[in-house]
Nanobody, 116 residues
Framework: QVQLVESGGGLVQAGGSLRLSCTAP????????MGWYRQAPGKQRELVAG???????NYADSVKGRFTISRDNAKNTVYLQMNSLKTEDTAVYYC??????????WGQGTQVTVSS
């Protein structure tokens, strides 16, 4: 049963931008920090960015200054704005709901492919 629904992935050239969206049920979104993870082929899943229910954010060093995470509490939606994309950003991106920093709900994933 998928409860986190992602959208916005796709194919983009290096240097381009994409925005990912993730909508969650209100009973999950209202109490949870939200985050985006990614997994590239042959690599472990890694945290890209997170945002608390109060709006505090954190980012992986590899995306600082390029990616921005935000949340719209009225729409139960979290966003990941990705700018200046690099080929190494190619991965499946997963939305997650976190409790005390631990993911407890996952989306189905959305593919982001950055071509050179």
């Amino acid at each position: 049963q998928v409860q986190l629904v992602e959208s916005g992935g796709g194919l983009v050239q290096a240097g381009g931008s994409l925005r990912l969206s993730c909508t969650a049920p209100r009973n999950i979104f209202s109490i949870s920090a939200m985050g985006w993870y990614r997994q590239a082929p042959g690599k472990q899943r890694e945290l890209v960015a997170g945002i608390t229910s109060g709006g505090s954010t954190n980012y992986a060093d590899s995306v600082k200054g390029r990616f921005t995470i935000s949340r719209d509490n009225a729409k139960n939606t979290v966003y990941l704005q990705m700018n200046s994309l690099k080929t190494e950003d190619t991965a499946v991106y997963y939305c997650t709901a976190l409790w005390v920093g631990v993911p407890y709900k996952w989306g189905q994933g959305t593919q982001v492919t950055v071509s050179s």
